[in-house]
């Protein structure tokens, strides 16, 4: 069996190239680029559903993230109300309100 020869010209385009090469390679190489063609298709459609789970789960995170510094917030206001309802002196009170504005 002969072995086919490339003709190339320097005016030939990238595409002719690759037509000519691909005519000129055995099938059996041919079919085995074609199974890691159709491998590399399943990798990237399963790396663009992660890509998807992890947007979703980072906006969940965030918003949880949120609600807890409002729950936060809600629980410090709480805290000083019941400090006054306590008796608490106001020293402390605004002592105390000072270092949260600091946070």
């Known amino acids: 069996m002969a072995i086919p020869q490339l003709e190339l010209d320097l005016n030939q385009t990238g595409s002719e190239i690759t ?3 691909w ?7 041919t079919s085995g680029i074609s ?14 559903v ?9 906006i969940v995170s965030i918003r949880q ?13 709480i805290n000083k109300k ?3 309802l306590l008796g608490k002196s106001d020293k402390k009170i ?3 309100d000072k270092e949260e504005r600091k946070k």
Do not use: C, H, Q, W
């Open 19 to 21: 037509r000519l090469l």
């Open 23 to 29: 005519r000129t390679m055995p099938p059996e190489f």
């Open 35 to 48: 199974l890691l063609i159709t491998l590399g298709k399943v990798a990237g459609v399963i790396f663009i």
């Open 50 to 58: 992660y890509l998807l789970f992890l947007v979703i789960k980072s």
């Open 65 to 77: 993230a949120l609600r807890m510094k409002s729950i936060a917030l809600n629980v410090a206001e």
């Open 82 to 84: 019941l400090d006054i």
């Open 94 to 96: 605004k002592k105390e």
